[in-house]
Structure formats: C-alpha cells, structure tokens
C-alpha cells in the first residue's frame, strides 16, 4: 500500500476527476429531465443546457487555472459544483400550431358518408427565449385535446375540407 504525499499536483488532479464527474452528472441529469419533458409533451431546449453545461465548466476551469497562476493553493475553497435551473429550459414561447391532416371517410350525423381532412396530429412550434433553432413537438389529437384542454368537438373542427361521397350502385 503507497502513501499519499500531498502536493498541488495531487490536488489538481483530484479537482479535475470531480470536474469529469460533475460533467458526467450533469450531462445524465439533463437526459433526465429532457425526457421528462417529452413524457410531459413540453418542450427542453436541449442547446441551453448544453451550452451552460459547458459555460459552467469552463468557469470552475478557469478559477482553478487563474489560483495556480496567483499562487494560491488549491485547497482553499474553490467550489467544484453547478447549480442549473432545469426547468428554465421548458419555458419556450409557443409561436404557432400546424394541425397534420389526412384525408378519411367518415359518417355525418345525417347518415352521409363524406371524404374530410382531419387532423391526426398537431405540431407545436417554439422559440427557445435565447434564440436557439426553432423546435416543435408532435401531438396526436387525444394529447392535445388533454393539454389545452380542448373539448372533443373542438379537436375535430379542423376539419378543412370535406365532399360528399356518392355511393356506387350495384
């Protein structure tokens, strides 16, 4: 078994494991929490917390490197931590929503059978506040419906076009 001797070049290497392990941490976390957000269909914007990730990091770095410089030691408080907001990167504006619709048969209340587009699934588009690339989410009708609390009927009056079907005679 070896004996540790102390020295500031044990120390930086020790304070640059945590910083690979904080990284790696982090990074799991943001993983975390973006697909929470897709389980929850809102947006992450994935770009921010990389970017503050990286920003975050290069800062410890950078007061590590600035108290070698100045010749203070390593032991004194430099703090090997970050502290991120994950749910600022949900807040997104939502700029606008693109129904996606496909052409069905379907039956009137009046027992007609008509061709109409309805809309099987709803595009969110948002602008992250930092001014990253757009991003949209897809929602089938049932999703959209429960998240902004649409009635059914509602849903389904995005209904575009629609013309009667003459029934073939045999």
């Known amino acids: ?25 982090t990074r799991a976390k943001i993983a975390e929490e973006e697909q929470k957000a897709k389980k929850e269909s809102k947006p992450f914007c994935l770009r921010c917390a990389n970017e503050d990730l990286v920003n975050g990091l290069t800062e410890i770095k950078q007061r590590i490197e600035r108290a070698t410089i100045q010749g203070t030691p390593l032991t004194d408080a430099i703090k090997i931590s970050l502290d991120m907001d994950y749910d600022s990167y949900t807040k997104m504006k939502l700029i606008s929503v693109t129904p996606y619709t496909e052409t069905k048969l379907v039956t009137t209340s009046k027992g007609e059978v008509v061709k109409a587009k309805i809309p099987t699934s709803y595009f969110e588009h948002y602008a992250c506040d930092r001014g990253h690339v757009p991003m949209k989410l897809e929602l089938d009708p049932e999703e959209y419906k429960r998240k902004n609390k649409v009635k059914q009927e509602e849903v389904y009056e995005d209904i575009v076009e629609t013309e009667s079907v003459k029934k073939g005679k045999k």
Do not use: F, H
């Open 1 to 25: 078994m070896g004996v540790m001797i102390y020295t500031e070049e044990n120390k930086l290497d020790q304070l640059e494991e945590q910083i690979r392990a904080l990284d790696q941490t």
